[in-house]
């Protein structure tokens, strides 16, 4: 369903992030994501960030046009949608540790919200740290980790997530951030024997299932995903390895 929304409220998240909040009174389920389209530029994909009844936000890093034409809106402008679209995460285990990894923690925000579990929020440096106070409000634990030491645990997420699971144990993961981080969260969870849920990144067009660009081995992102558990995961030969671009390319990630 496509919708035009009025933004309601404008949040400096970071340098580079900003948080946008309107009024939808659209289900929207914890993982799920929506279509934005920006006249002229393109239509992108971004996960709701903020999932009450009546409002809805989504937090928006500022990486190249899209993003940044969305920055330069102003309470009161407009935003086109679509959606929502996705499956979201299966919030039914008893005991979850939430991670969410740079700008993935918008993704991860609503599940916080909504369960009140132990949370990482993991990020380069303390300047790109994004949403940790609704975290903070939310969650039993909030644990910060920052590659250069600046704020919290001095090392990754995947690092600080080891040394939490060697003191208490959770029924399952749940994640989002850049693939590399979801690559090696995969990897610790299978050498742990840990249950996990992942939210995966691929270009996307039209969100629906109907376009093909999204697809990884026989799986489309949009619909069968974005969220996939580790028994899923297990079967993608493309998780990890490789992605494509806007033209369909095949591109490495290492
Ligand atoms: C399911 C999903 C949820 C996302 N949630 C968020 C979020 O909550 N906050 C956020 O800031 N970003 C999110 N993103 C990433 C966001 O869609 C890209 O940052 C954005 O599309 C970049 O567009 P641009 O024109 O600003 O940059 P460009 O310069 O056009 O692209 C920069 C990079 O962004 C990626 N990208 C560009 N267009 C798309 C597209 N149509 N689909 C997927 N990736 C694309 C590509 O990797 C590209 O290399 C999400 C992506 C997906 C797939
Ligand atoms: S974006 Fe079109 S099938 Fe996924």
Same mark, same amino acid.
């Given at each position: 369903?496509?919708?035009?929304?009025?933004?309601?409220?404008?949040?400096?998240?970071?340098?580079?992030?900003?948080? *946008?909040? *309107?009024?939808?009174?659209?289900?929207?389920? &914890?993982? @799920?994501?929506?279509?934005?389209?920006?006249?002229?530029?393109?239509?992108?994909?971004?996960?709701?960030?903020?999932?009450?009844?009546?409002? #809805?936000?989504?937090?928006?890093?500022?990486?190249?046009?899209?993003?940044?034409?969305?920055?330069?809106?102003?309470?009161?402008? !407009?935003?086109?949608?679509?959606? &929502?679209?996705?499956?979201? *995460?299966?919030?039914?285990?008893?005991?979850?540790?939430? +991670?969410?990894?740079?700008?993935?923690?918008?993704?991860?925000? &609503?599940?916080?919200?909504? =369960?009140? %579990?132990? =949370?990482?929020?993991?990020?380069?440096?303390?300047?790109?740290? +994004?949403?940790?106070?609704?975290?903070?409000? !939310?969650?039993?634990?909030?644990? +910060?980790?920052?590659?250069?030491?600046?704020?919290? /645990?001095?090392?990754?997420?995947? @690092?600080?997530?080891?040394?939490?699971? %060697?003191?208490?144990?959770?029924?399952?993961?749940?994640?989002?951030?850049?693939?590399?981080?979801?690559?090696?969260?995969?990897? %610790?969870?299978?050498?742990?024997?840990? !249950?996990? @849920?992942?939210?995966?990144?691929?270009?996307?067009?039209?969100?629906?299932?109907?376009?093909?660009?999204?697809?990884?081995?026989? @799986?489309?992102?949009?619909?069968?995903? &974005?969220?996939? =558990?580790?028994?899923?995961?297990? #079967?993608?030969?493309? /998780?990890?390895?490789?992605? $494509?671009?806007?033209?369909? $390319?095949?591109?490495?990630?290492?």
């Amino acid at each position: 369903m496509s919708e035009v929304v009025t933004i309601k409220s404008i949040t400096d998240e970071a340098y580079d992030t900003k948080t *946008f909040r *309107f009024d939808w009174d659209a289900e929207v389920k &914890p993982g @799920q994501f929506i279509m934005i389209w920006i006249p002229g530029v393109d239509e992108i994909p971004m996960s709701v960030s903020g999932i009450s009844d009546t409002e #809805k936000s989504v937090t928006v890093k500022a990486i190249g046009d899209a993003t940044k034409k969305i920055h330069e809106l102003k309470v009161g402008d !407009k935003l086109s949608i679509r959606g &929502p679209f996705g499956n979201g *995460f299966d919030l039914s285990s008893r005991n979850i540790l939430i +991670i969410g990894g740079g700008v993935g923690t918008a993704a991860i925000m &609503p599940a916080v919200v909504q =369960t009140g %579990a132990d =949370t990482i929020i993991a990020a380069r440096s303390d300047r790109d740290v +994004i949403m940790d106070s609704i975290a903070g409000s !939310k969650a039993s634990n909030v644990w +910060i980790a920052t590659d250069d030491g600046s704020r919290g /645990f001095h090392g990754n997420a995947v @690092q600080l997530m080891k040394e939490k699971l %060697a003191l208490k144990k959770y029924d399952c993961i749940i994640a989002c951030g850049p693939e590399v981080m979801l690559y090696f969260t995969f990897k %610790a969870c299978q050498e742990l024997g840990q !249950k996990c @849920q992942l939210s995966l990144e691929r270009y996307m067009k039209c969100g629906a299932g109907v376009c093909g660009c999204c697809v990884m081995d026989d @799986q489309r992102v949009c619909r069968d995903g &974005p969220v996939f =558990t580790n028994d899923q995961i297990e #079967k993608l030969t493309e /998780f990890g390895v490789s992605k $494509r671009d806007e033209c369909g $390319r095949i591109v490495k990630f290492r």
